[in-house]
């Protein structure tokens, strides 16, 4: 069994991969190769350090001084120093490491998952995630425990150390953005930090508005409880009720962030997609008037851009292929439907939901719209999605009845929807996907295809 998965290492707290043994051999073998690179007996590390550093930061999640705990054993015992910045947002520890003398950086977070689950996403000093090989490298250490042989004297053992210092420099920059922005234009706004490592850094950043925050309080396991990204319901009522020009929902490490508009509406990644893509290409500044999203951003998107001369490009689903595209080519702008957004504005080379938020307040500021009004150009068409359990992933095209049902789908629905038929790659389901311009339509094709995937593969 692989132990990354689409986004690190994710599961149940203290079960399976997520317990203290597994976290303490992932430390280790993290740390061995961080030797190797610097040379195994030690020597000069980054930036001339005496031995390798690498940084951790979690959410709030009960589980997580416990999984923090036995990763910095781990990562210790292989002669490493380990620098906690304890609670913090996914972004802004992905910053920290780009920007501080540092070989590697450690989430501990389940990201918007509920608190009972937990979770490991690794950095590389660049600040970028690592990649599939590096992955590949430390799950062959874990199995063959090739690193424990030789293990290190008592004098040569790493330390550990407890500091936000780290995050100064992250919070001086987004902060003065939007101070300027606000003293432009003065803005009400909600922030519901999804009891999560987004709590206080948004107090810091967005402090020079007139701030209300929900969901803000923390206690280990009520993270993404009924609240944050993936539930604005509470968010709505508080924007409605204060009169707030703005609604922010950040999801619990922070790398997700989903707007409400000043009339309580919600709006997705896509509409900001929509707003920043066509404000960087008004200044000229959209790297070849190209945006990329994800397979499942709206055909509703695909549309206004088209219109607008911009291209979009469309990737797996997951922020680290969106990522990766941009990277590729250069471009200026991505992200997906759930709120990951990545802006490479020379600022962040990672989704944040806090410099999403920002960059929204200065295109707010800059042109004295509302949200409502920077999305009233698109046009989202009707969704539907559906998930069937399945036992095991066959692909699609070898089961003869799938692949008849989905070619006549696609055929169907050409020039007027689309059809989505993948496998979850975190969950043992199959997904399904359609959008159309007719509701009725898109409904009937779904509940087929669905049909004829849980008669054929379905548990």
Known sequence: MAIFGTDGIRGLANKDLLTPMNMVLIGEALGYLLRLDHGIEGG????????????????????????????????????????????????????????????????????????????VKIFGHDGRKISDAREREIEKLIRKKEFNSDRLTHDRLG???????????????????????????????????????????SRKILGAANLAMIHGSPDGRNINDHCGATDTASLIRAVKKEKADLGVALDGDGDRCIF???????????????????????????????????????????????????????????????????????????????????????????????????????????????????????????????????????PFEENAKIWSSYLDTQKALDGIGRVLLRYSGTESKARIMIEAKDEKLARAHIDRLRAVVASEIGV
């Not at 951790?56 to 009960?62: A, L, Q, T, V």
């Not at 620098?83 to 389940?110: E, G, I, K, Q, R």
């Not at 990672?350 to 200065?362: F, K, M, S």
């Open 260 to 394: 409400v508009d000043e009339k309580g509406k919600e709006r997705s990644g896509d509409y900001f997609l929509a707003i920043a893509g066509l404000h960087l290409k008004s200044k000229g500044r959209l790297k070849d008037d190209t945006i990329v999203a994800t397979i499942l951003s709206n055909m509703g998107l695909e549309m206004l851009l088209a219109k607008n001369g911009i291209k979009l490009v469309r990737t797996s689903v997951g922020d680290r292929y969106v990522s990766r595209e941009m990277e590729k080519s250069g471009f200026t702008l991505g992200g997906e439907q759930s709120g990951h957004i990545i802006i490479h504005d020379g600022f962040q080379l990672t989704g944040d939901g806090l410099n999403a938020a920002v960059n929204l307040i200065e295109i707010m500021a800059e042109t004295g719209m509302s949200l409502s009004g920077l999305c009233k150009g698109m046009k989202v068409l009707p969704q539907y999605a559906e998930n069937v359990k399945v036992a095991e992933k066959p």
């Open 44 to 119: 000069s590390g980054r930036n001339g350090n005496d031995k390798p550093r690498v940084l951790i930061g979690r959410d709030s999640r009960f589980s997580g001084w416990m999984l923090e705990a036995a990763l910095t054993a781990g990562l210790m015992g292989e002669g490493v120093d380990v620098t906690h910045l304890a609670l913090c947002t996914t972004p802004a520890l992905s910053y920290a490491v780009m920007t501080n003398p540092f070989d590697a950086a450690v989430m501990v977070s389940a990201s918007h998952n509920p608190f009972e689950d937990n979770g």
């Open 159 to 201: 330390r550990t150390l407890e500091s936000w210092d780290s995050l100064k420099e992250y919070i001086r920059i987004l902060s003065s953005r939007a101070r300027k922005a606000l003293k432009k234009r003065p803005l009400k706004i909600v922030v519901d930090a999804a009891n999560g490592g987004g709590a206080e850094l």
